[in-house]
């Protein structure tokens, strides 16, 4: 998350938990820096692409191994994407380049996560480089509606969030259902499990991006008539 004291915030009902707040508290005691927390999620967000895309690779149990351990990654890239704006307002610090590891390291784990995911068993390519885009334009639309002067746009469906949970339970689901338990829709190729997760955050990121479209030109001639 951006890092500062004024900083317009994805809204996240997590950050009121009183675990996380002792922890912020924690990490920020203990010389943590928001930007250090940053680079972490970005290291958690690329290894959870790789275990997802590792999966094509091993036999089982070693695939479902690497599901589970994808969800993991996954979630542990969130914490601290959470974490990392909580301490900054504990240190009360503003980086120069707050904003460079606020949005870079989450550009990189949309990719390879989605991406990751996209190579997974049962996954496919051109669909998760498709999600990996339309989660980058989501943001580009965000970052642009900022950059012009308006508020941050965070609305869905398959925002970050929503778009990591799917990734997370479609995960944890190939590693623990029985395969008998996992459907295969024949289309143009068969279709898994996390393709059509893919598929399903592709639908929702393109809607988002047309609604965060209109909601940051609404905003801007509100305040530019």
Same mark, same amino acid.
């Given at each position: 998350?951006t ?5 317009d915030r994805?809204p996240?009902?997590?950050r009121?938990l ?5 922890a ?9 820096t ?5 680079a ?8 959870s ?6 999966t ?11 599901f ?16 990392d ?25 949309d990719?390879?996560t ?10 496919? &390519?051109t +669909?998760g480089? @498709?999600?990996?885009l339309?989660?980058?334009?989501? #943001?580009?639309? *965000?970052a642009? $509606?900022? %950059? =012009? ?14 778009r990591?949970?799917?990734?997370t339970v479609?995960a ?10 996992q ?5 143009w190729?068969p279709?898994?499990? &996390?393709? +059509?997760?893919? @598929? ?7 809607? #988002?991006?047309? *609604?965060?479209? $209109?909601? %940051? =030109? ?8």
């Amino acid at each position: 998350m951006t890092q500062g004291e004024s900083i317009d915030r994805r809204p996240l009902a997590s950050r009121k938990l009183a675990i996380w707040q002792y922890a912020a508290r924690l990490l920020a005691k203990r010389g943590i820096t928001p930007n250090f927390i940053s680079a972490l999620s970005m290291v958690f967000g690329v290894g959870s692409g790789i275990a997802l895309g590792c999966t094509t690779l091993v036999p089982e149990p070693w695939w479902r191994l690497l599901f589970v351990a994808g969800a993991v990654l996954t979630q542990l890239r969130l914490l601290c994407n959470m974490l990392d704006g909580m301490v900054a307002m504990e240190q009360h610090s503003a980086s120069p380049v707050g904003e460079l590891y606020n949005e870079i390291p989450d550009r990189v784990s949309d990719t390879a996560t989605l991406v990751g995911l996209g190579f997974a068993l049962g996954g496919n &390519p051109t +669909l998760g480089f @498709a999600a990996a885009l339309l989660a980058m334009f989501t #943001a580009y639309i *965000r970052a642009m $509606g900022k %950059a =012009a002067g308006g508020p941050q746009q965070f609305c869905g469906p398959m925002s970050k969030p929503q778009r990591m949970f799917t990734v997370t339970v479609t995960a944890l689901y190939c590693g623990l259902a029985p395969v008998a338990w996992q459907p295969v829709v024949a289309a143009w190729q068969p279709l898994g499990v &996390p393709a +059509l997760a893919l @598929a399903l955050i592709c639908v929702g990121a393109a809607l #988002a991006s047309v *609604r965060r479209l $209109g909601r %940051a =030109a609404r905003a801007l001639r509100a305040e530019k008539p």
